[in-house]
T-cell receptor
């Protein structure tokens, strides 16, 4: 079946550092989505990407839809304590949510 | 405020018992979903419903059942046939089968 490889699995960073994580797939996607999950809560959509090569920002977050349509990255600039949580990528072949494929998540931990 | 409410937050059951997880939304969304989340894995789709009185199996439906008698409600029953039911369960909804998923805050089920 389809698989998404998300890396790194976890990151330990200092406050103020930039963060980068990515997802790769063996298959082509039409949509890439990035969600964040805070402890004890459900995921919240951060950025949606719909076109190959698209670069989209949401505050300190920037995400790109890879040219090959098989990968995407998420960057966070100047990390702050509230950035901690688990970040998930999700890919979609069609417009239907029931065909979303999820990455395993990147856990972001900020060292005091 | 509109949103998705999952209850209870924590649920404990003995092996062999069926248990029902509640999910209610007041977003007037047509589509609703149940996901299972295990540590180190991406979200996996259990069941989804695009309209009242209709639902479809997701990737891991065995041992689970759902109903959709009202637009606002999509309860999930974890049956005794589910071999490994201990997990974090997330309910989500979307306007139709497309568009951003809105998640509830999850129910953590522990079966001993």
């Amino acid at each position: 079946g389809q698989q998404l490889n998300q890396s790194p699995q976890s990151m330990f960073i200092q406050e103020g550092e930039d963060v980068s994580m990515n997802c790769t797939s063996s298959s082509i996607f039409n949509t890439w989505l990035w969600y964040k999950q805070d402890p004890g809560e459900g995921p919240v959509l951060l950025i949606a990407l719909y076109k190959a090569g698209e670069l989209t920002s949401n505050g300190r977050l920037t995400a790109q839809f890879g040219i090959t349509r098989k990968d995407s990255f998420l960057n966070i600039s100047a990390s702050i304590p509230s950035d901690v949580g688990i970040y998930f990528c999700a890919g979609q072949f069609t417009d239907s949510n029931y065909q979303l494929i999820w990455g395993a998540g990147t856990k972001l931990i900020i060292k005091p | 405020d509109g949103g998705i409410t999952q209850s209870p937050k924590y649920l404990f059951r003995k092996e062999g018992q069926n248990v029902t997880l509640s999910c209610e939304q007041n977003l007037n969304h047509d589509a609703m979903y149940w996901y299972r989340q295990d540590p180190g894995q991406g979200l996996r789709l259990i069941y989804y419903s695009q309209i009242v009185n209709d639902f479809q199996k997701g990737d891991i439906a065995e041992g689970y059942s759902v109903s959709r008698e009202k637009k606002e409600s999509f309860p999930l029953t974890v049956t005794s046939a589910q071999k490994n039911p201990t997990a974090f369960y997330l309910c989500a909804s979307s306007m139709q089968s497309q568009g951003p998923l809105h998640f509830g805050n999850g129910t953590r089920l522990t079966v001993t």
